[in-house]
C-alpha cells in the first residue's frame, strides 16, 4: 500500500520560508519522478514542481528563484524549500510522483502566508 504523509506546513509571514517534506512508503522511490502540487482555495490542484529520479528539477513560473525540491532516496523524502513566501502561496501542499497518480494523494499539509 503506497503511503505519501507531509509535513512541515504552518503559519508564516510574507518574506519567510518553510520547509515542507513528503515521507514515501509502498513505492521504490528511488525510480520515481516526484512531485509537490498546490491547492489554493477555490482552486484547481496544481503541480508546482517536479524532480525527475536522477534530480532535474523543474518549476512552475509563479516559484521559480524561491522555491527548491530536492530528494533523499536514502531515506523515500522529497522536500521543498520555499523561501520569500507570499500570500498567493497559501495553499494546501502535496507531493505525489509526477505524473499524479489518483490513488497516492495523501492529506497535504496546510501552508498560510499572512500579509
Known amino acids: 500500500q503506497v503511503q505519501l504523509v507531509e509535513s512541515g506546513g504552518g503559519l508564516a509571514q510574507a518574506g519567510g520560508s518553510l520547509r515542507l517534506s513528503c515521507a514515501a512508503s509502498?513505492?521504490?522511490?528511488?525510480?520515481?519522478?516526484m512531485g509537490w502540487y498546490r491547492q489554493a482555495p477555490g482552486k484547481q490542484r496544481e503541480l508546482v514542481a517536479r524532480?525527475?529520479?536522477?534530480?532535474?528539477?523543474a518549476y512552475v513560473g509563479s516559484v521559480k528563484g524561491r522555491f527548491t525540491i530536492s530528494r533523499d532516496n536514502a531515506k523515500n523524502t522529497v522536500f521543498l524549500q520555499m523561501n520569500n513566501l507570499e500570500p498567493e502561496d497559501t495553499a494546501v501542499y502535496y507531493c505525489?510522483?509526477?505524473?499524479?497518480?489518483?490513488?497516492?494523494w495523501g492529506r497535504g499539509t496546510r501552508v498560510t502566508v499572512s500579509s
Open positions: 505525489n510522483v509526477f505524473p499524479e497518480i489518483t490513488k497516492y
Open positions: 524532480i525527475s529520479s536522477d534530480r532535474y528539477a
Open positions: 509502498g513505492i521504490i522511490f528511488s525510480i520515481y519522478p
